[in-house]
């Protein structure tokens, strides 16, 4: 099956400097990668996804990159704020008509400090 | 609104007492599934479902049953909890399908601690 794992477990940036978390998979058949983000007393929530058709997708000061030959994706937060402090998780899973297994990474803590 | 519920949010109870804790999506998806959250570990996930009636097992299925009767409900039955179980779970709900976005949804979480 697939895995994916997840580097940094802990991220301290001080405000306004740039964060950046990497993941690599190992099921070349994912074609499909979410981020999400989880703050504290609340469930994840996606904020952003890439499709392995696409190298790199930007969304304001959030971006995410893709090298499907080396199996690895990175998100990175740009001019970080104390409010993006949270756990952010990558995953990986393949799409298709009847089959939707996620894997998740496990998990990156971001602290950015003011 | 769009929204998966979780019940309890929080929930303290003794080691062999069944319990049950329920999840509902009002957003017609197909997929449905649950994760517990640990220090370090990140999200298990525990049992997921593709439609009504069909169950599956995910990486940690030992200790908890689901069934699948309604579409819109997905509850998570311990039927003789350990200490071990006490953990954070979390209920998610997606469409499926070729071409649609398996963005999954994710309830507040439910706090349980099995003493």
């Known amino acids: 099956g697939e895995n994916v794992e997840q580097h940094p477990s802990t991220l301290s940036v001080q405000e306004g400097d740039s964060a950046v978390i990497k993941c690599t998979y190992s099921?070349?058949?994912?074609?499909?990668f979410p981020w999400y983000k989880q703050e504290l007393g609340k469930g994840p929530q996606l904020i952003i996804d890439i499709r392995s058709n696409v190298g790199e997708k930007k969304d304001q000061r959030i971006a995410v990159t893709l090298n499907k030959t080396a199996k690895h994706f990175s998100l990175h937060i740009t001019e970080t704020q104390p409010e993006d402090s949270a756990v952010y998780f990558c995953?990986?899973?393949?799409?298709?008509?009847?089959?939707?297994?996620?894997?998740f990474g496990r998990g990156t803590s971001l602290i950015v400090h003011p | 609104e769009a929204q998966v519920t979780q019940n309890p949010r929080y929930l303290i109870t003794v080691t062999g007492k069944k319990l049950t804790v329920t999840c509902s999506q009002n957003?017609?998806?197909?997929?449905m599934s649950w994760y517990r959250q640990d220090p370090g570990l990140g999200l298990r996930q525990i049992y997921y479902?593709?439609?009504?009636?069909?169950?599956d097992k995910g990486d940690v299925p030992e200790g908890y049953k689901v069934s699948r009767k309604e579409k819109r409900n997905f509850p998570l039955i311990l039927e003789s909890p350990s200490p071990n179980q006490t953990s954070l779970y979390f209920c998610a709900s997606s469409f499926l399908g070729t071409g649609v976005k398996n963005i999954q949804y994710f309830g507040a979480g439910t706090r349980l601690s099995v003493l």
């Open positions: 995953a990986a899973s393949f799409e298709s008509g009847g089959s939707y297994i996620p894997t």
């Open positions: 957003m017609n998806h197909e997929y």
């Open positions: 099921d070349s058949a994912s074609n499909y």
């Open positions: 479902s593709m439609n009504v009636e069909v169950t």
